[in-house]
Nanobody, 124 residues
Framework: QVQLVESGGGLVQPGGSLRLSCVAS????????MGWYRQAPGKQRELVAT???????NYAASVKGRFTISRDNAKNTVYLQMNSLKPEDTAVYYC??????????????????WGQGTQVTVSS
């Protein structure tokens, strides 16, 4: 069973920084895209950032210039460096990955997997 586990959330003051990590484990043949989404209370889940390769990244307009997504393919890990945090960044942050599990390596079928979420609270 492919699993994603996030870490790095917490409470931070406005203007501060946090770094989220997400490790994918299990029978993984390859990972196409990885990304971060967030969901604030009473709101829908929204895209924060995605990465396919080092140069192929996508960011929500609200975080562009403040957040940086990166990945370590050897470790099946994606990171989200969050700087200049604002109270409106408060949300549960979820990791996502498009994975080809090992049993599907001949068809290269991809499946979406999600982490359990990590809380980020920006408050003074």
């Amino acid at each position: 069973q492919v699993q994603l586990v996030e870490s790095g959330g917490g409470l931070v003051q406005p203007g501060g920084s946090l770094r989220l990590s997400c490790v994918a484990s299990g029978p993984i043949f390859s990972i196409y895209a990885m990304g971060w989404y967030r969901q604030a209370p009473g709101k829908q889940r929204e895209l924060v950032a995605t990465i396919i390769s080092g140069d192929n990244t996508n960011y929500a307009a609200s975080v562009k210039g403040r957040f940086t997504i990166s990945r370590d393919n050897a470790k099946n890990t994606v990171y989200l460096q969050m700087n200049s945090l604002k109270p409106e960044d408060t949300a549960v942050y979820y990791c996502n990955a498009e994975v080809t599990p090992t049993p599907f390596r001949f068809t290269m079928s991809r499946f979406d997997y999600w982490g359990q979420g990590t809380q980020v609270t920006v408050s003074s």
